[in-house]
T-cell receptor
Framework: NAGVTQTPKFQVLKTGQSMTLQCAQD?????MYWYRQDPGMGLRLIYY???????DKGEVPNGYNVSRLNKREFSLRLESAAPSQTSVYFC?????????????FGPGTRLTVT | AQSVAQPEDQVNVAEGNPLTVKCTYS??????LFWYVQYPNRGLQFLLK??????LVKGSYGFEAEFNKSQTSFHLKKPSALVSDSALYFC??????????????FGSGTRLSIRP
């Protein structure tokens, strides 16, 4: 039981390049999330998927797209990376989105955009 | 506006002493409250939550938190700190984005440092 896994662990991009961050969970959770973590700002929600087949914008969605590929997998795509997207990205999952269940987090992807 | 606040960026405690990490919130409706811990270069780990019931909630690693409705607080506590408790701690709360949609928002984090 691996929990939430993310790939890659580290990535360096040049401005304008694109990439996809992968996330998978094996806990049969319905809801999945993408956050970014920046110093002094806590975690900010980028996008979430309350259930398979649905995605919704979070607090900071601009510059990102997501795909809920199936119940297990939720990917985050940067179409044209910008230095402002330098951050640590975390994927998380929870049983449901209604708020009473805790979230389980992956180990993170550290992204640098030069 | 609905929010969660951690008023201290850093808390320093000597090993063996009690510790408190503060969290206050402002939400509409009944609050669902969570504490998470983040060790260096790791994702967040769930510690405990308050949904309903007893105001004193017990969680992992000997931590507990007290829900205080009148003070809108949910402070994290531990009777005797360990050096291994040194980490970044996040309070989180469920807020309502609309009448039917909710989301979790996180505080900015408090760095807990336990000195030997």
């Amino acid at each position: 039981n691996a929990g939430v896994t993310q790939t890659p662990k580290f990535q360096v991009l040049k401005t304008g390049q694109s990439m996809t961050l992968q996330c998978a969970q094996d806990m049969n959770h319905n809801s999945m999330y993408w956050y970014r973590q920046d110093p002094g700002m806590g975690l900010r929600l980028i996008y979430y998927s309350a259930s398979e087949g649905t995605t919704d914008k979070g607090e900071v969605p601009n510059g990102y797209n997501v795909s809920r590929l199936n119940k297990r997998e939720f990917s985050l795509r940067l179409e044209s990376a910008a230095p402002s997207q330098t951050s640590v990205y975390f994927c998380a999952s929870s049983r449901t989105h209604e708020g009473s269940y805790e979230q389980y987090f992956g180990p993170g992807t550290r992204l640098t955009v030069t | 506006a609905q929010s969660v606040a951690q008023p201290e960026d850093q808390v320093n405690v000597a090993e063996g002493n009690p510790l408190t990490v503060k969290c206050t919130y402002s939400v509409s409706g009944n609050p669902y409250l969570f504490w998470y811990v983040q060790y260096p270069n790791r994702g967040l780990q769930f510690l405990l939550k308050y949904i309903t019931g007893d105001n004193l909630v017990k969680g992992s690693y000997g931590f507990e938190a007290e829900f205080n409705k009148s003070q809108t607080s949910f402070h994290l506590k531990k009777p005797s700190a360990l050096v291994s408790d040194s980490a970044l701690y996040f309070c989180a709360v469920r807020v309502f984005a609309s009448s039917s949609a909710s989301k979790i928002i996180f505080g900015s984090g408090t760095r807990l440092s336990i000195r030997p």
